[in-house]
């Protein structure tokens, strides 16, 4: 399977996905860290995926999305942001109804 078969079937079979740098107990980025404590703070259940550990999926995302940076959110096959964006729908309580939609 290639890399873009591969994320396609990760954000379409998990309602929430998040592709980040290292894991949500140990992120490798302050945006990846932001993005888990979001996350978090809305109670949502999540896969995460560390781009770290597969080059191919960590260049790959970055062409799923046509979106150039990680962290990446995907709620129910679709994406929605990356950190910036993840805080401000926060801010705004559309975030939560999103995930809890999920």
Do not use: H
Request: with cysteine; glycine share 8%.
């Amino acid at each position: 399977m290639d890399t873009q078969a591969k994320i396609k079937e990760t954000v379409t079979t998990n309602n929430v996905v998040l592709y980040m740098k290292g894991s949500p107990k140990f992120p490798q980025c302050g945006f990846s860290n932001l993005a888990t404590q979001i996350l978090d703070a809305c109670g949502a259940q999540y896969i995460a995926v560390d781009v770290l550990q597969d080059q191919a999926i960590r260049e790959g995302i970055k062409q799923y999305a046509n979106w150039p940076t990680i962290p990446q959110l995907y709620v129910k096959g679709e994406f929605i942001g990356g950190s910036d964006i993840m805080r401000a729908m926060y801010e705004s309580g559309e975030l939560q109804t999103l995930l809890a939609d999920a």
